[in-house]
C-alpha cells in the first residue's frame, strides 16, 4: 500500500477516536484524571470523593465522569445505590488511541513533503 493511501486509512483510524480527543481535551477532565490518579484507589472514588478534591460541583463532576466514560477511558462499578469510578485495566481506548497516533507518525515520516522539511531541518 503507498503512503497516501496509508495517510487515508490513519486519518479513519484518528477519527475512530475523535470521542476521546474530545474528552482528555477538555482541561477540567483533565484535571479530573490528574485528580483520580492521585487518589490511588484501585476499589475505584465516588463523585463527592472528588467533588472534595475539586473545586467542581457535584453535577459538574458527574457530567465530566459521564463523558470520560462514554470516551471509554474510565469505568463504573455500582453497588447498590454508589457508582464507583476507576480506570479500566485493559486501557482499551488509551492504547486505540496510542496506536492511532503512532500509526499517523510513521505515516507522515514517510510523506515526500516531510521528508524534504525534516531534512531541512537536520
Not at 58 to 78: E, F, N, T
Amino acid at each position: 500500500m503507498d503512503v497516501y493511501m496509508e495517510a487515508k486509512a490513519v486519518s479513519h483510524k484518528i477519527q475512530e477516536c475523535q470521542k476521546i480527543l474530545t474528552a482528555i481535551g477538555d482541561e477540567t477532565r483533565q484535571h479530573l484524571l490528574i485528580v483520580m490518579m492521585q487518589m490511588d484507589d484501585c476499589r475505584g472514588v465516588r463523585v463527592g470523593e472528588i467533588t472534595e478534591k475539586t473545586n467542581l460541583s457535584r453535577p459538574a463532576v458527574s457530567h465530566h465522569l459521564q463523558i470520560l466514560k462514554d470516551a471509554g477511558l474510565i469505568s463504573v462499578r455500582k453497588e447498590g445505590t454508589k457508582n464507583y469510578y476507576y480506570f479500566d485495566s485493559d486501557m482499551k481506548s488509551m492504547k486505540k488511541l496510542i496506536d492511532a497516533l503512532q500509526a499517523a507518525v510513521d505515516v507522515a515520516s514517510r510523506l515526500p513533503e516531510q521528508k524534504k522539511r525534516w531534512n531541512c531541518l537536520k
